[in-house]
């Protein structure tokens, strides 16, 4: 059986007074998730999202990828009910991707512009796919991908979790699936070194090749049946 050798690092940057990151690291669960600025309560979104996860996630020995999904819904539930008990949480939304790790099987979850890459000889290659405004935009055909990282509307996420009937779990789940949750399926063998970033970050701690960053595709995060 793999299992994950991990660390974890929280960094506020240069351009805010606070974070609002929360993430998880075991041997057999990564997360991360980012809360959407511009809204309320962010940092709750974010640690009720992990929180929710974790809680579901770590007891489950071999979990498939129904299984992963329906705990992605009660997280999205766990915001619905925290926005009805206080005014003050009400329209908080967070970001979240996430590795779960099975005996053999790696299984990648995700919602939002967090990332995921995979590490081969000193080489990112981004697995997911950022639901944003300017990646419609790359996948339209309609911007260079040379001014995605300074277009006005970058930061504008297309999904998210926020607890609303409209979100990608609840959109999907009298069909069977989560509408636009990315469960991504890998041998385990073949994840080889994986990071985890929020909010559309590039990594870190390796050698970065341009053409190899920014590049996920649908193909690539597509749907995997439970």
């Known amino acids: 059986a793999y299992r994950l050798s991990s660390g974890a690092r929280s960094d506020i940057g240069p351009r805010r007074s606070d974070n609002q990151d929360s993430g998880y690291a075991s041997d057999r669960l990564l997360l991360v998730a980012d809360g959407v600025g511009g809204a309320p309560a962010g940092h709750l979104a974010s640690s009720l999202?992990?929180?929710?996860?974790?809680?579901?996630?770590?007891?489950?020995?071999?979990?498939?990828?129904?299984?992963?999904?329906?705990?992605?819904?009660?997280?999205?539930?766990?915001?619905?009910?925290?926005?009805?008990?206080?005014?003050?949480?009400?329209?908080?939304?967070?970001?979240?991707?996430?590795?779960?790790?099975?005996?053999?099987?790696?299984?990648?979850?995700?919602?939002?512009?967090?990332?995921?890459?995979?590490?081969?000889?000193g080489v990112f290659e981004q697995l997911t796919v950022d639901q944003s405004w300017v990646q419609m935009l790359l996948d339209e055909g309609m911007l260079d991908p040379a001014d995605a990282s300074t277009h006005p509307m970058?930061?504008?996420?297309?999904?998210?979790?926020?607890?609303?009937?409209?979100?990608?779990?609840?959109?999907?789940?009298?069909?069977?699936?989560?509408?636009?949750?990315?469960?991504?399926?890998?041998?385990?063998?073949?994840?080889?070194?994986?990071?985890?970033?929020?909010?559309?970050?590039?990594?870190?701690g390796a050698a970065r090749r341009d053409d190899d960053l920014g590049t996920g595709t649908r193909e690539r995060a597509r749907e995997v049946p439970a």
């Open 49 to 121: 999202v992990v929180e929710s996860l974790v809680t579901g996630l770590e007891p489950l020995v071999q979990p498939n990828a129904g299984q992963i999904r329906d705990e992605v819904i009660r997280a999205n539930a766990a915001l619905a009910r925290a926005g009805r008990e206080d005014s003050d949480a009400r329209g908080m939304a967070t970001t979240v991707t996430g590795l779960v790790m099975t005996d053999d099987i790696g299984y990648l979850v995700h919602v939002g512009d967090s990332r995921a890459y995979r590490c081969r000889d």
């Open 154 to 204: 970058r930061n504008m996420l297309m999904h998210s979790l926020s607890g609303a009937l409209r979100d990608p779990v609840e959109a999907g789940r009298d069909a069977g699936h989560v509408g636009h949750v990315q469960a991504h399926r890998e041998r385990a063998r073949a994840l080889q070194r994986l990071q985890l970033v929020g909010q559309s970050l590039e990594p870190v």
